[in-house]
């Protein structure tokens, strides 16, 4: 895999049902499945603002990307189901933060309009706004101003988490529980001491935010395709588990971690072969997610 002749043709974009500055979303506006879908690291809008406002060229930027992680989910959009993809490319805000998961370091002045929170993220480089990669250093030629930080979180992050939990709750309301599958793609890991490292992570805030059995059953089936499949480790899943798992009210919310070389070259820029075959391994993930939790099963579900 990630040979040239292995390369495959950029499948073309399916059209959304509704369209906004924040996202793409697929499907009907009431569920027809338990299972709601989010991508919120596949953006790939960079306004010219942003792009000149950095001190790395677009191919930086995109680092941050999970590359193409929307096309995992091509065939479920293709199959009606719902799922909602980011518009915004994560250098312009991440979705996967919370509103005050911002790195002081890079604004334009301190303020008083938020209690910042210094998480380990943040401690890393990537808050709200990415600061800075390892392999790059800084991105931006100078701070950012608090009033387009707060127009991008009015903008595209608080719109797109709106969106999913109106349409989680009424999954919830109609099938009785609703299960968010989070899609993420990850960097080739390391095994230890030369073991086989996990190409699929699947995480719960270690049952915080979803039902064992929910997790476990991921695991089963990603390990019935023969991927090595973890749990937790190291990915446990953030802020969209965080605000909108929540298992005592039949809302799960599990993250999954894909190893980008199943379905992207050796440059992590392009569509492989792999990609349909990690393409039935999330087909088979969401249908077996929607099978559980049968009616009558809450109590069980959300010990």
Known sequence: MGEKDDIVQFPAPLAPTYACPAYYRYGPEL??????????????????????HARVDRD????LEDRLADLLVHKLIAAGQNV????????????NRAENEIDAAMMAESSSRRALLASAKVRGGLGLVPRRLSALGDLWNGPLGWDELERRISEYHRP???ALHDALHMARDRFGHAILLDMHSMPPLLGANGAPSP????????????????????????RAHGLIAAQNHPYPGNYLLER??????????IQCEIDRSLYLDASFRWPTLGLSCIQRVIMDLVEGLAGELPQGDYAQAAE
Request: overall charge positive; hydrophobic content about 40%.
């Open 31 to 52: 569920p027809e499945s338990p299972i709601i879908i989010s991508v919120p690291h596949a953006g790939r809008h960079y306004p010219a603002s942003v792009l000149g």
């Open 160 to 162: 797109y988490h709106t």
């Open 199 to 222: 190409r699929i992570i699947l995480g719960d805030r270690f049952g915080r935010s979803a039902s064992g059995r929910l997790t476990g059953l991921a695991v089963e089936i990603s």
């Open 60 to 63: 930086g930027l995109e680092r």
């Open 84 to 95: 909602f993809v980011a518009r915004q490319a994560r250098a312009v805000i991440d979705l």
């Open 244 to 253: 909108h798992g929540s298992p005592a009210n039949n809302i799960h919310a």
